[in-house]
């Protein structure tokens, strides 16, 4: 069956892929250049350097070629050694996800699992090294999109640290969008992407790699080599005097270069403020029509998205066809676990804007009124301005 012709939509408030800059599509409409030529070879070796500006890290950060669910796969397959014990925090669908690669590269994976509407605290954490001193790598995600919920990165990289265990995290969809980079939570191995907050397109992983990360891969026989899943293959590809493994995605560099220069050019602490702030109008306004968020509290809710409970007895399906349909919004639904509970709205890179929480709140309200559930649109509206005009 073909699927049939739909308008663009008007506003895309999805959780990824999301919306692009204008310079990002710029940049990707550029001459695609042979990758050995002169003018390519500085670009690739000017991303690097500008991605390892932007996570703050001491070490040359790996770019791979395909979006960031290669990364995950290759950061299982690299760091996890045959004899590793691994310990898997799950507060989500991706936290729950990436216990599938992990049982495939450990000899063990030990499950902590929270609710999806809440957050894993860390003395949980401690409480699962005590039981098993012989955990060596601790898997999270830092922001489970599919909850819109944020897990205290920082707390738990201290413990994992304290431990000498590794920490493997993705950080997919909150980098870029808050204060979170790959050394000041002592992640080992740091999986991000240009698809969220930094408002590029889906097709790279970037991945930031600490020394004993490095070491640990390097010691491990079964961490792929010459392989599509290698992150060893790729160590010294950055350099414009090195080969690469094979042929880098010409385009998405561009892309991933100008969305570089645009977070770095505007400084990630406006943009992580404008994200924030966007995030505080969406929640104000959602509890103000009478729905509820999804998450636990909002201590945890996440800056970059926001995720809104489904009431009981209305189709999710049907609240999304309808904002689509009636005013041309495109938002992203539940996954697994939460399919069918939750609505997500994104706000990461160009829609972390807080006029856009507006947009959403406005259509998401007509939406459940167009299918029968009353909201209360102007208290939400209301609440949302009220937010912003504070911070202005
Ligand atoms: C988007 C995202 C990924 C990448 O996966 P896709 O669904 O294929 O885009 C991985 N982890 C998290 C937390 C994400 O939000």
């Known amino acids: 069956m073909v699927a049939e012709a739909a308008d663009d939509?008007?506003?895309?408030?999805?959780?990824?892929?999301?919306?692009?800059?204008?310079?990002?599509?710029?940049?990707?409409?550029?001459?695609?250049?042979?990758?050995y030529d002169?003018?390519?070879?500085?670009?690739?070796?000017?991303v690097h350097e500008k991605a390892q500006k932007a996570l703050r890290t001491r070490t040359m950060p790996v770019i791979l070629q395909g979006e960031p669910v290669l990364g995950l796969e290759a950061a299982a397959a690299s760091l996890i050694a045959p004899g590793d014990v691994v310990l898997n925090l799950a507060s989500g669908v991706y936290g729950k996800l990436f216990a599938f690669w992990a049982a495939r590269y450990a000899r063990e994976v030990i499950e902590l699992d929270v609710p999806f509407n809440e957050a894993i605290r860390p003395e949980q954490v401690e409480a699962a090294?005590?039981?098993?001193?012989?955990?060596?790598?601790?898997?999270?995600?830092?922001?489970?999109?599919?909850?819109?919920?944020?897990?205290?990165?920082?707390?738990?990289?201290?413990?994992?640290?304290?431990?000498?265990?590794?920490m493997l995290v993705d950080a997919v969809s909150s980098f870029g969008g808050m204060d979170v980079d790959p050394d000041a939570t002592r992640s080992d191995l740091f999986i991000t992407g240009p698809n969220k907050c930094l408002g590029g397109s889906p097709g790279l992983t970037i991945l930031a790699v600490s020394e004993r990360a490095w070491d640990k891969m390097k010691a491990n026989p079964a961490a792929p080599r010459a392989s599509f899943l290698s992150i060893l293959d790729w160590e010294n590809a950055w350099r414009a005097d090195q080969g690469y493994p094979f042929t880098p995605s010409v385009a998405e560099i561009n892309g991933l270069d100008a969305?570089?220069?645009?977070?770095?050019?505007?400084?990630?602490?406006?943009?992580?403020?404008?994200?924030?702030?966007?995030?505080?109008?969406?929640?104000?306004g959602?509890?103000?029509?009478?729905?509820?968020?999804?998450?636990?509290?909002?201590?945890?809710?996440?800056?970059?998205?926001?995720?809104?409970?489904?009431?009981?007895?209305?189709?999710?399906?049907?609240?999304?066809?309808?904002?689509?349909?009636?005013?041309?919004?495109?938002?992203?639904?539940?996954?697994?676990?939460?399919?069918?509970?939750l609505v997500r709205l994104g706000h990461m890179g160009v829609t972390a804007k807080p006029l856009?929480?507006?947009?959403?709140?406005?259509?998401?309200?007509?939406?459940?009124?167009?299918?029968?559930?009353?909201?209360?649109?102007?208290?939400?509206?209301?609440?949302?301005?009220?937010?912003?005009?504070a911070a202005l």
């Not at 939509?9 to 990707?28: K, N, Q």
């Not at 002169?38 to 000017?46: C, D, H, K, R, S």
């Not at 098993?132 to 944020?150: F, G, K, L, N, Y």
């Not at 041309?328 to 399919?339: D, K, L, N, P, W």
């Open 129 to 166: 090294f005590r039981a098993r001193p012989d955990i060596r790598v601790v898997s999270v995600v830092h922001h489970d999109t599919p909850s819109a919920t944020v897990n205290p990165l920082k707390e738990i990289g201290a413990i994992v640290a304290a431990h000498g265990a590794y």
């Open 38 to 46: 002169p003018a390519f070879l500085a670009v690739y070796q000017g």
């Open 259 to 284: 969305a570089l220069d645009l977070y770095l050019a505007e400084g990630p602490e406006k943009v992580w403020a404008r994200h924030d702030l966007t995030a505080r109008a969406f929640r104000a």
């Open 356 to 389: 856009y929480a507006v947009v959403g709140l406005t259509a998401l309200g007509g939406a459940f009124r167009a299918i029968g559930h009353e909201v209360d649109l102007g208290a939400g509206t209301e609440a949302a301005m009220a937010v912003i005009d």
């Open 9 to 35: 939509p008007v506003f895309t408030l999805s959780c990824g892929p999301v919306e692009i800059y204008p310079a990002v599509a710029r940049a990707l409409a550029k001459p695609v250049h042979y990758h």
């Open 286 to 341: 959602v509890k103000a029509m009478g729905l509820h968020l999804w998450a636990a509290s909002e201590a945890i809710a996440s800056p970059t998205a926001t995720a809104v409970r489904v009431p009981e007895g209305v189709s999710d399906a049907a609240l999304r066809s309808a904002i689509r349909q009636r005013y041309g919004v495109m938002i992203s639904s539940g996954m697994r676990e939460t399919a069918g509970k």
